[in-house]
């Protein structure tokens, strides 16, 4: 008689915390979270193997919002501290959260080198193209008439940043574009994502209801890429830069060796310890 317990497979509602989400009703993020624990369910992660780590922002409450490790960190800095989680302990699988603003500003140069670097793990990034947890100013990804009445009364005026075509020209090696009004297509491009030997990106574009209610619109400009996933980067990036930025859908990705240092897992925490003793 096999007297092995059977194994209960996790389902998407045991990947979600007993906190309840504070976002406004209608967040495109809510979607996010949807995808995020659906995903993980279709995978059947062991919760206490995934960790989370994000920065500041609406979109960054998303750890809190999981029932994995997680770590709402500081703003902008979410790739170092998951770098060196993952050089850590490289059998987790890492996930880092953010949004345009955490992501793009004052994250920015961190999200340049964590593609270069190409780690396993995977970047999800809520785009709703304004600070929403700050009310509203512009972000990197603002269009440049954009009014808001307080703070852009007359627009930025400046271009905006393409967050596909920053990752790619960077060197991550995975890159999609999903919409949080396609919560399907983002459950299926999150699991690629995850699965992906090295630095994957997913640009989710994600309606801020509050200070951004024309994004409701999102829902009718949407539309699928022409062409099918390519390994070629510069074929990507015509594709990138001959959109209109509302393609979703699954753009390239390309297997090159991941980026891990050899000896950071033999490490003692004593003799970290000893050596940043003052
Ligand atoms: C060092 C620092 N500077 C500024 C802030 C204020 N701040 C908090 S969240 C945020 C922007 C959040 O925007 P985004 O990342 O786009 O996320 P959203 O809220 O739109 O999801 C800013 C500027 C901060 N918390 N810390
Ligand atoms: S302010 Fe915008 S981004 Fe923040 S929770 Fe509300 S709808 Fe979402």
Redesign the pocket.
């Known amino acids: 008689m096999d007297t092995t317990a059977p194994t209960v497979a996790l389902k998407a509602k045991d990947y979600k915390s007993t906190i309840k989400p504070i976002w406004c009703p209608g967040c495109g ?1 809510f979607a996010v979270l949807a995808a995020a624990t659906k995903a993980l369910a279709h995978l059947q992660l062991p919760r206490e193997q995934v960790a989370l780590i994000s920065g ?5 409450r998303l750890p809190a919002y999981i029932d994995s490790y997680g770590f709402h960190g500081v ?1 902008g800095r979410a790739w170092p501290l998951a770098a060196g989680l993952k050089a850590a302990r490289p059998e987790l699988t890492v996930l880092v959260a ?6 793009f500003s ?1 994250g920015g140069n961190h999200f340049l080198h964590a593609c270069r670097r190409n780690m396993d793990m995977t970047y999800i990034v ?1 785009d ?1 193209e ?5 009310k509203g100013q512009a ?1 990197p990804t603002t269009a440049p008439d954009w009014v808001h009445s307080k703070m852009t009364p007359h627009g930025t005026g400046m271009r905006r940043f393409q967050p596909a075509a920053m990752a790619l020209a960077a060197g991550a090696t995975w890159i999609a574009r999903g919409f949080s009004g396609d919560p399907t297509e983002l459950t299926r491009l999150l699991v690629a994502a995850i699965g992906h030997p090295g630095f994957a990106v997913l640009h989710v574009l994600s309606p ?1 209801q509050t200070f951004r209610p024309e994004q409701r619109l999102w829902k009718e400009q949407v539309h699928p890429f022409a062409d099918p996933v390519t390994d070629d980067p510069v074929e990507a990036a015509r594709r990138i830069h001959g959109d209109d930025g509302m393609s979703v859908g699954h753009i390239f990705a390309q297997e090159i060796p991941v980026w891990q240092p050899r000896n950071a897992a033999t490490v003692s925490v004593a003799a970290l310890e000893e050596e940043f003793h003052v």
């Open positions: 993020h500041i922002g609406c979109s960054s703003h953010s949004g345009d603003g955490d992501g004052i809520m709703n304004v600070y929403g947890m700050t972000s801020c």
